[in-house]
């Protein structure tokens, strides 16, 4: 799931600004988030900010500066901007979702669910949707609510039933429930739209191990357990190191 799209998303939507120092000043942040020289392109904003006039021009100036904030870990402060630009445009889906992420990595989670709530009520379809039921499912899984994480990312799959990284979340939260078999579910619809996904191939080999019985797992002379084990390995071969536990107690033996 792509959380910052909205970047691009409005760079057209710039050509209100209206005086020729603001729109220099607008176009030279752009710039400088591009090349994710934030501190400069705050800079540009605040000029475009103190010499524009218009109110769609100071909208988009408050929304980037407000990304500019964020691209310095300035979350509070950028939270501030996302405000005034609101106040400008009230029915603008994507400042309010900006907003709440912005609160989401402020740890500020009762007012980012406020705002992704409310961007449901404006869209319920779209990518601004889709945005929002991931932030909700992911502050659901922050605060271990595994199973209404798992809700929101079933709302997402509705909409987007070939985003890889959804699959891989609900089957974390899925394992998170002790939920074996449904995580594997959704590790093995990871794979599929994602063939080389390293944490999905991890996860779903711990889980397939969850479920061989007890017994199997303590005999002395277990070989190798060839399903999980096969997953573990590519997992590793492909750089994951958490999985060398599982291995060294269950895939020594394995060919």
């Given at each position: 799931m792509k959380t910052m799209f909205l970047f691009m998303a409005v760079l057209a939507a710039t050509s209100g600004i209206?005086?020729?120092?603001?729109?220099?000043?607008f176009s030279a942040g752009v710039a400088h988030l591009k090349a994710k020289e934030f501190k400069d392109a705050e800079n540009s904003f605040k000029t475009a900010l103190e010499v524009g006039e218009t109110e769609q021009g100071l909208k988009m100036a408050n929304v980037y500066m407000g990304f500019a904030l964020n691209g310095q870990g300035k979350h509070s402060e950028a939270i501030t901007f996302f405000t005034e630009a609101i106040r400008i445009d009230p029915m603008d889906p994507k400042t309010y979702l900006d907003r709440g992420a912005a609160y989401a990595r402020s740890r500020k989670n009762a007012d980012a669910i406020?705002?992704?709530?409310?961007?449901?009520?404006?869209?319920?379809?779209?990518?601004?949707?889709?945005?929002?039921?991931?932030w909700l499912?992911?502050?659901?899984?922050?605060e271990r609510d595994h199973e209404l994480a798992i809700e929101y990312y079933t709302k997402l799959l509705q909409l987007a039933p070939t985003d890889f990284e959804v699959y891989y979340l609900r089957g974390t939260a899925k394992s998170n429930l002790m939920d074996s078999e449904g995580a594997i579910e959704d590790f093995d619809m990871a794979l599929k739209y994602k063939p080389d996904y390293m944490e999905a191939l991890a996860n779903r080999g711990v889980c397939k191990i969850n479920l061989v019985p007890m017994s199997t797992k303590q005999d002395k002379d277990l070989d190798c357990?060839?399903?999980?084990?096969?997953?573990?390995?590519?997992?590793?071969?492909?750089?994951?190191?958490?999985?060398?536990?599982?291995?060294?107690?269950?895939?020594?033996?394995?060919?």
């Open positions: 209206g005086q020729e120092a603001a729109q220099a000043a406020k705002d992704f709530q409310y961007v449901l009520t404006l869209d319920s379809i779209s990518d601004q949707a889709q945005a929002a039921y991931y499912g992911r502050i659901a899984d922050a357990l060839d399903d999980p084990c096969e997953d573990l390995l590519k997992a590793k071969a492909m750089g994951d190191t958490s999985v060398e536990d599982m291995i060294y107690l269950y895939c020594k033996k394995c060919k």
